[in-house]
């Protein structure tokens, strides 16, 4: 079966940083993008970040650019997201993607169960 696993969610305060991790198992997803997304309360889930298979390729969101940066170890099946400078609207559950292909905009097929950011002012 195939899972993926997100850890290092939690409490910051603004300005602060957190790092997110994802780790796959049941299978590598060689050759397929993986991606961030994000679900605030009350809104649409949200596209935060995603890194092609080779990390040649990445996208961010306008509201995370400059501040988030995405990273994968596929020797590890792992994507991360170092967060930093985060702010009270970056609150939200997050959830690691894998793409169906190598392509950075997606669609995504395999979802974690995801885990919770709370930035406090």
């Known amino acids: 079966q195939v899972q993926l696993v997100e850890s290092g969610g939690g409490l910051v305060q603004a300005g602060g940083s957190l790092r997110l991790s994802c780790a796959a198992a049941?299978?590598?997803?060689?050759?397929?993008?993986m991606g961030w997304f994000r679900r605030a309360p009350g809104q649409e889930r949200e596209f935060v970040s995603g890194?092609?298979?080779?990390?040649?390729?990445?996208y961010y969101a306008d509201s995370v650019k400059g501040r988030f940066t995405i990273s994968r170890d596929n020797a590890k099946s792992s994507v991360y997201l170092q967060m930093d400078n985060l702010k009270p609207e970056d609150t939200a559950v997050y959830y690691c993607?894998?793409?169906?292909?190598?392509?950075?905009?997606?669609?995504?097929?395999?979802w974690g169960q995801g885990t919770q950011v709370t930035v406090s002012t």
């Open positions: 993607a894998a793409g169906r292909a190598d392509f950075v905009m997606g669609p995504y097929d395999y």
């Open positions: 049941g299978r590598t997803f060689s050759g397929h993008s």
């Open positions: 890194i092609s298979w080779l990390s040649q390729t990445s």
